[in-house]
């Protein structure tokens, strides 16, 4: 965290900044993304929080006042949407309620291009994580 704030510090930035990082299974951290925007790995907010990344970006960058806090208001799970995963589900996201669907404005659809993502609040992080992977299990054929 110091090592990030050092970085936008040194360069006066002011906005939504995301440092993606991933753990190895030897727990070593590795950073893989650094985007100077709202990223993907923060939609969940949408639903989750009581400020998006989207909302408090805004809040930045027009010199508002921000929260004090943002508080995590319940569990989720969120997943990246292909162009495949649409191929097989398009038709079927109107059957889950508790799925919140975000399809991106994107013209072309890829097989494996991001062209959305989903979140579920969940109180079992862990089963609604299973529950996804096997409902998605034709994007790992």
């Known amino acids: 965290q110091n090592e990030v704030k050092k970085i936008i510090d040194h360069i006066h930035f002011v906005g939504t900044f995301t440092v993606e990082f ?20 923060g939609h969940y907010s949408i639903e989750a929080c009581d400020y998006s990344q989207f909302d408090t970006h805004i809040l930045a960058i027009t010199g508002q006042k921000l929260p ?48 959305g993502h989903l979140t579920v609040l969940t109180d079992d992080v862990t089963r609604s994580e299973e529950i996804l992977l096997n409902r998605f299990e034709g994007r790992y054929n």
């Open 22 to 41: 991933f753990i190895d299974t030897h727990n070593h951290l590795y950073v893989n993304e650094i985007a100077p925007r709202p990223h993907n790995s």
């Open 68 to 115: 004090q806090s943002i508080e995590l208001l319940k569990p989720a799970v969120m997943m990246n949407l292909l162009g495949r995963d649409l191929d097989l589900l398009e038709d079927q996201f109107a059957d889950h309620p508790d799925w919140h669907v975000h399809i991106y404005d994107k013209n072309t659809r890829k097989s494996d291009r991001k062209m």
